[in-house]
């Protein structure tokens, strides 16, 4: 069969042609402040409700905020693409800080009126929420009533949204600036490279080890060098999110379980069930070590192959087999992707200058997304498309619901997205032709248990602990190491020869100011779409319909409530999360078998 070769490179001129230069972006933003400027205004005037006939009222600030939000939401994204794929792009750089300034306005303006709506009466309250016109807002309005109370007064919000421009959201610019720069040289196949963070970080999958174990010294050198830098940056992320919390009154965990709409019962609960269940993925690590002929895995071998025969898929390669196996699961999950290819949704192309990492960003006015990511053929770069397409799809599931509704958590949005990376990811492993191709397609399934499961736990006890020493002054570069070595440890249960000390530096999630610990929701969406993959499995193809039904009320209530509508289960038990870990050592105990049979 012949496959159709789809571009690796994004289309943004569509968009708004001329990239950081384009005359239309900058009408569109002009236009967008008149927006903020008439929303602004709004909030000063309206009232706070004093009976059931300000639905009529509230409904039309509802629509005044939606045409507020989209274009200021739609520039946020044009312009994170643009320095996505140029990190030397200057004036992306430029509009980026002038767009943080407009949101900060648009977040004082919401304040206003959500303090307002908090000062209504309960019985006012109660008989708006049952004003045919605000049925559908119902939980978002609640929500907004809710966040309103345990906030500062109106001036000192507003004060605080005014600085973090500068302040808390400058500082997460400056890292961005800082790794963008940072170039390391790396001899590749007898060839020596010079490349950005994101190709070297791309090594780590290499069949070398010395390629493997260049670049990553190389970075960490490069970490070294700068690491004051970004201890200095990170300290005043750090430090202005707890200023804030503390005079609100706020616990380090609850700004970020709030976002996700979740208790820290369930949060507790999947900590706890992953905890007691390490060892099978202990066992998984010291039978890897085994095959690459080592004593003990080191940092820059968690992504090694296992096997020579791991062959590499050209990008369209991977576009038609992802593609194959969307169209087995349902027809519209497999209709859009093949747009998204078709339309250049997708930025994949292996260059110098590109951001590292990935990510699917929303251009709601437009009604598209945009994927990010370098692709460089392994099977772990078609997961990864795979992934960020699952994310792109959960938005487009939305577009029938009001924009004030499609505004879902991060949790349930990895949901959306590891589901669909776990299509991609059994269909590789049934279809592999040999025992070999089968051994390593289940190790990369079980790569991602471990980096749940114990990466992203690492950084969860990192930055838990990092908090808790921050408030009690600056935390210096070499106390960050020794912190991130301990997270290390134990989140890999001792598995590990060398570990990685400057991995606070390396991770941009760290530094994000929009999401705080921007690490637990992984984890929480991995083992919640396992629950809904089971599903799926027992359903078969007529299953598609209930998932987007899924899809469509991820933002409408909290992760429990959502669990328990669409699969009858309760969150804030361990014995929920506990049938998903015991799906991912099922792998674990396959590819165990596989590799010792192998000999």
């Not at 039309?60 to 140029?86: H, M, R, W, Y």
């Not at 070398?208 to 970004?230: D, G, I």
């Amino acid at each position: 069969m012949m496959t159709v070769g789809y571009k690796e490179v994004w289309n943004l001129e569509e968009i708004f042609p001329g990239g950081s230069d384009s005359k239309e972006f900058r009408v569109y933003l002009n236009n967008a402040k008149n927006h903020l400027e008439t929303i602004e205004e709004t909030a000063k005037l309206f009232n706070v409700p004093d009976s059931a006939e300000a639905a009529e009222q509230i409904t039309a600030l509802l629509e005044q905020v939606k045409e507020t939000a989209l274009p200021l939401n739609q520039g946020i994204s044009f312009i994170g693409c643009l320095q996505a794929q140029d990190t030397e792009d200057r004036k992306a750089g430029l509009l980026q800080s002038e767009l943080v300034a407009l949101d900060a306005r648009f977040i004082s303006a919401m304040q206003i009126v959500q303090k307002k709506l908090a000062a209504t009466g309960f019985a006012v309250w109660t008989a708006l929420m049952e004003n045919e016109a605000l049925v559908p807002f119902r939980f978002i309005l609640n929500e907004w009533r809710e966040e309103a109370k345990l906030q500062l007064s109106e001036q000192e919000e507003r004060l605080i949204n005014a600085l973090s421009t500068d302040g808390y959201h400058g500082w997460s610019q400056l890292y961005d600036k800082l790794v963008g720069d940072i170039r390391v040289n790396v001899d590749v196949d007898n060839q020596e490279k010079v490349l950005s963070v994101g190709q070297a970080e791309n090594l780590s999958s290499h069949d070398s080890e010395h390629v493997r174990k260049t670049a990553q010294e190389k970075l960490e050198e490069a970490w070294a060098e700068k690491e004051e830098y970004f201890a200095q940056t990170l300290n005043h992320i750090a430090g202005f999110r707890l200023a804030v919390y503390e005079q609100r009154g706020w616990e380090v965990l609850q700004e970020p379980l709030q976002m996700n709409r979740m208790s820290r019962g369930t949060l507790d609960a999947m900590w706890n069930a992953i905890s007691r269940h390490k060892e099978p993925f202990k066992q998984y690590l010291t039978k890897k070590s085994e095959l690459l002929g080592k004593d003990k895995l080191d940092w820059y071998d968690l992504d090694a192959p296992v096997t020579e025969t791991t062959g590499k898929l050209s990008y369209s390669e991977g576009a038609a087999f992802i593609l194959k196996h969307f169209g087995k699961f349902g027809p519209e999950l497999e209709k859009f992707s093949r747009m998204a290819f078709e339309k250049q949704w997708i930025e994949a192309e292996d260059r110098p200058n590109k951001m590292p990492g990935g990510f699917c960003t929303s251009l709601p006015e437009s009604d598209q997304s945009r994927i990010f990511m370098t692709y460089s053929g392994s099977m772990s770069n078609v997961s990864t498309l795979a992934h960020e397409l699952g994310h792109a799809f959960h938005t487009h599931a939305l577009q029938p619901v009001h924009w004030l509704n499609q505004q879902y958590a991060m949790n349930v949005a990895e949901t959306a997205s590891t589901f669909a990376e776990m299509i991609v990811a059994d269909a590789a492993v049934q279809e592999a032709g040999s025992d070999e191709e089968k051994l390593a397609l289940l190790e990369d399934k079980v790569q991602r248990s471990v980096a749940f499961f114990m990466n992203i736990h690492a950084r969860f006890l990192f930055e838990t602990r990092f908090y808790e020493e921050r408030k009690e002054g600056v935390v210096p570069a070499s106390r960050l190491n020794e912190l991130m070595e301990q997270a290390q440890r134990e989140a890999f249960a001792d598995s590990l020869n060398t570990l990685h000390p400057h991995f606070w530096a390396s991770k941009l999630h760290f530094y994000i100011t929009d999401v705080p610990f921007y690490n637990f929701p992984y984890t929480f969406g991995y083992l919640f779409s396992l629950s809904v993959y089971a599903k799926a499995l027992e359903e078969g193809a007529g299953f598609e319909e209930k998932y987007v039904a899924m899809l469509q009320d991820t933002a409408v209530m909290t992760a429990e409530d959502l669990a328990m509508k669409h699969l009858g289960e309760d969150i804030t038990q361990e014995a929920f999360w506990e049938k998903g870990i015991s799906l991912c050592i099922n792998d674990v105990e396959a590819f165990l078998e596989l590799a010792s049979a192998r000999g």
